[in-house]
């Protein structure tokens, strides 16, 4: 018996041991994987701590999924390949993947967005029914990506419902997929299927996109300079200012409530069709409440975006087309007064392409749905 006791508890050890051992194994991988560096710095270890990383049990894809959280997009494409990779040879051996495990790990809203559709899929693959049975509860889910699904799914559950006699469930339906889209082309195909249906929606607010605005300009930009000049407006704003602007020009603030649609501002109509030159646009906004935003704006020009006084985002980037969203600062609304002001720099560039000079702003959480604010009406007090 006490030879049996001691086989037992060697045995045990070496469980213990090996479970140990596989716990300290991947660790190690992981991170060195997600070493890697700019421009392949790196490759060549993180090849090789792939190779032994893919040699684990299907049990180590949910450590690499959790190493998905803060993980940058090159290291991210060699993890999410590794769980590929273990996946598909537990299958080719015949063995199941952990659906149940994957299905939790799915349900864990506080797991990472991406890392939470790779599981998806995979789960998918283990259990057909899955999709049925998770996508109709995602379609608020805070993962872009099985939101984006979800939202797809209900699509086509409206384009089935056509006639006359469907019409109200179908505008329901679209209705119910526009609360909850957030992906561009989906809340433009959905707006474009209600107006079809008798049901006009004013993407402009359904956005979040700031409409009115004080303007300020031209500044000085000869030879992109003025990007990185601190000019009045950058300090601090005095709507009751008179600046010494491009060419010695006085500067005062002009009211502009844009009429355009999604809230572009035309810098070309306001200020003048210029070239080097600065202008600015500055909005007050209320909230009910503090809360973390974006401000996300699109524009063909160079930008910075400063709330509260607090540089949050800049690009110094001109004539590379203009795209909804294509720029986002993130910062916080405190709970009543917020000052945005945004900084549009255009360069000396004299061909057509170069002539755009606007820009549209908007309110938003990270996941892009517009946040509810106030615009307090400001005027220039010259």
Known sequence: MARLGSTLGILVGLLVLGMSAHCGDVAPLINRIKAVGKEGKGNTDAAKAWRELVKQGPDTIFDILAALKDTQPTASNWLRSAVDAIAEKTRETGKPLPAAKLEAFVRDTKN??????????????????????????????????????????????????????????????????????????????????????????????????????????????????????????????????????KSDKEVRW???????????????????????????????????????????????????????????YGREEYNHGMEMDQHAGKGTLKAGRNEILIKVCQNEEKETWAEPWSFQLRICDELGAAVPVVVVEVKSKS
């Open 112 to 245: 990472h967005g991406g890392a939470r559709r790779l599981a998806f899929e995979w789960l998918v693959k283990a259990d057909a029914s899955a999709a049925d049975r998770l996508m109709p509860g995602m379609l608020n889910d805070p993962g872009a990506e099985l939101r984006r699904e979800a939202i797809a799914r209900v699509l086509k559950d409206a384009e089935k419902l056509t006639g006359p006699d469907n019409k109200a469930a179908a505008v329901a339906v679209y209705k119910k997929a526009l609360g909850c889209a957030r992906d561009v082309d989906q809340v433009n195909l959905i707006a474009k299927q209600l107006k079809e249906l008798g049901n006009e929606i004013d993407l402009t607010a359904h956005y979040g996109f700031i409409t009115r605005w004080m303007i300020a300009g031209p500044f000085d930009n000869t030879n992109e300079k003025g990007f990185h000049i601190s000019y009045p407006p950058d300090k601090s704003v005095d709507l009751a200012a008179v600046y010494a602007g």
């Open 254 to 312: 002009q009211e502009h409530v844009t009429g355009e649609p999604m809230g572009l501002v035309n810098l070309n109509k306001i200020i003048g069709k210029l070239k080097a030159s600065i202008g600015y646009a500055y909005t007050v906004v209320t909230s009910e409440k503090e809360q973390p935003v974006e401000l996300r704006c699109g524009s063909n020009n160079a930008v910075r975006m400063y709330l509260n006084g607090k540089e949050i």
